[in-house]
């Protein structure tokens, strides 16, 4: 099994900040790419950025220049930094991780996390 729990969301002003993390655990061989998607209500959800293993990013332009994504591969960890937050960063915002489980299954398989709520009030 493989899980994938979302931590740090919460209810912030707008132009505060928060640091989500999200932590992939259980049979793990290998994990490629991690990313954060959002999804507001009545919206569909968006990639918000992603890190590849090196540590090649991603970020959409929505978000460029206020929200830092990294990883910490021993820890299979991955951190979504979010400052100057805005209203319109209101979502649920969703962990994603490419996992390879075993040295014998070369395939890596999508997995989600469930989700933790971003609040940005004005």
């Known amino acids: 099994q493989v899980q994938l729990v979302e931590s740090g969301g919460g209810l912030v002003q707008a132009g505060g900040s928060l640091r989500l993390s999200c932590a992939a655990s259980?049979?793990?061989?290998?994990?490629?790419?991690m990313g954060w998607y959002r999804q507001a209500p009545g919206k569909q959800r968006e990639l918000v950025a992603v890190?590849?293993?090196?540590?090649?990013?991603n970020v959409a332009d929505s978000v460029k220049g206020r929200f830092t994504i990294s990883r910490d591969n021993a820890k299979n960890t991955a951190y979504l930094q979010m400052n100057s937050l805005k209203p319109e960063d209101t979502a649920v915002y969703y962990c994603n991780a490419q996992i390879r489980r075993s040295v014998v299954n070369y395939a890596f398989v999508d997995y989600w996390g469930r989700g933790t709520q971003v609040t940005v009030s004005s």
């Open positions: 890190i590849t293993r090196g540590g090649s990013t």
């Open positions: 259980g049979s793990i061989f290998s994990i490629n790419d």
